[in-house]
């Protein structure tokens, strides 16, 4: 409780009201009283200034009350240097995950060069049905797998989530804009062949060509 206080005091020493009316336009369905407007260089600049284990105990203490709370989570989860710690929180942080901006702040460094065990964990969130969820694993696959590590199998992967959710759908979009920059050849027939056409209900993908 005491961190809590702590860190709630530097958020709210950080709240910008302009910036809050620019968060809740780009994030509908967030509730105003919750969003302090606390921009991403102050966040970054609080969570430099715990202590290892102030960090390590802020990730136990969900849910957060603020927009701003779960977004410096997401950039503590961003700073852990071990791949299964890491991929522990953020498993335990997606069910509260409850927009897009939260979930795209986490952006691990430990996973440019350990991601053995994030490809597995990456695939079976594309499963789980959960907007944030399936964004998260979109994302991961998509900041992290289009590089060396890139195989056809995740394109597949990709292509074959059915949602009519609007904020799968666009991390879908954009991790196939991101593909057909970085791997043209496996990319570009998915869209001259119409291979993701239609994105919406699994009646309909089956009806398409």
């Not at 780009?26 to 105003?32: A, E, I, S």
Request: charged letters at 30%; glycine letters at 6%; a negative charge.
């Amino acid at each position: 409780m005491v961190l809590t206080e702590k860190v709630r005091r530097a958020l709210i020493a950080c709240a910008d009201p302009g910036y809050a009316a620019f968060t809740l336009k780009l994030t509908p369905g967030l509730d105003p009283a919750r969003v302090l407007g606390v921009r991403s260089p102050d966040l970054r600049r609080i969570c430099k200034e715990l202590s290892f284990d102030e960090r390590k105990e802020y990730l136990k203490l969900l849910p957060h009350e603020y927009h701003d709370e779960n977004n410096l989570h997401s950039i503590v989860i961003s700073g852990i240097k071990d791949e299964q710690e890491c991929i522990e929180a953020i498993s335990g942080f997606l069910p509260y995950i409850d927009n897009w901006a939260t979930c795209d702040t986490v952006s691990p460094a430990v996973f440019k060069k350990h991601k053995t065990r994030l490809l597995p964990q990456a695939l079976d969130w594309l499963e789980s049905g959960e907007t944030y969820t399936v964004r998260m694993g979109v994302g991961m696959l998509m900041k992290y797998f289009l590089d060396g590590d890139f195989d056809p199998a995740y394109n597949r992967a990709v292509a074959g989530i059915i949602s009519d959710e609007y904020y799968i759908n666009m991390m879908c979009a954009w991790y196939f804009a991101t593909a057909l920059a970085k791997r043209y050849d496996d990319t570009a027939p998915y869209l001259s062949e119409g291979r993701l056409i239609p994105r919406g209900t699994r009646d309909d993908r089956e009806k398409s060509p």
